[in-house]
T-cell receptor, first 114, second 110 residues
């Protein structure tokens, strides 16, 4: 059974704070992804990584960075949190190239920036 | 430009009846399609998928139909159950990741 875990379910931060969201998967998947989900906008890809130390920008990378030092762990970093980054953040992983392989999602982190 | 569209933000169906969720796409290069189900405050869970070489895939109460010429896919749930109430996301794939629709909120009425 694939397991993707995220470090926090709920997080409240202040504007300007640096925020770290951690994601860990236990299935030795090469690919990992960070999305945000907002009402009426669906899931939007922020960044993804297909290997350790590799990263690619998704559709909305502005204001975010990522880190992948180990295969099982993918971190999303908000360098200076802003109120428009209040959202549900979802991490996912998949085995091969994202083309034909199912992505498995973590439970999500609901981030509120005040 | 939205490449994957779910035109119905919500759908209400009576328990026991068929639920049909629709999805349209514009990119003819998409070759793999998935449906995810999402409960509030949880991550999406994979439901069912279909490759572009097929036109139908079944898994229990869930069937996905693909009409490539119309660039349309649909998810049928028969019979609908209360636990099916959730947001359903359609996703399409080609090489570099998944493109998601905005979701349809399915409400199963008792």
């Amino acid at each position: 059974d694939v397991k993707v875990t995220q470090s926090s379910r709920y997080l409240v931060k202040r504007t300007g704070e640096k925020v770290f969201l951690e994601c860990v998967q236990d299935m030795d998947h090469e690919n990992m992804f960070w999305y945000r989900q907002d009402p009426g906008l669906g899931l939007r890809l922020i960044y993804f990584s297909y290997d350790v130390k590799m990263k690619e920008k998704g559709d909305i990378p502005e204001g975010y960075s990522v880190s992948r030092e180990k295969k099982e762990r993918f971190s999303l970093i908000l360098e200076s949190a802003s109120t428009n980054q209040t959202s549900m953040y979802l991490c996912a992983s998949s085995l091969q190239g994202a083309g034909t392989d199912t992505q498995y999602f973590g439970p999500g982190t609901r981030l509120t920036v005040l | 430009d939205q490449q994957v569209k779910q035109n119905s933000p919500s759908l209400s169906v009576q328990e026991g009846r068929i639920s049909i969720l629709n999805c349209d796409y514009t990119n003819s290069m998409f070759d793999y399609f998935l449906w995810y189900k999402k409960y509030p405050a949880e991550g999406p869970t994979f439901l069912i998928s279909i490759s572009s070489i097929k036109d139908k895939n079944e898994d229990g109460r869930f069937t996905v139909f693909l009409n490539k010429s119309a660039k349309h896919l649909s998810l049928h749930i028969v019979p609908s159950q209360p636990g099916d109430s959730a947001v359903y996301f359609c996703a399409a794939s080609f090489a570099d990741g998944l493109t998601f629709g905005k979701g349809t909120h399915l409400i199963i009425q008792p």
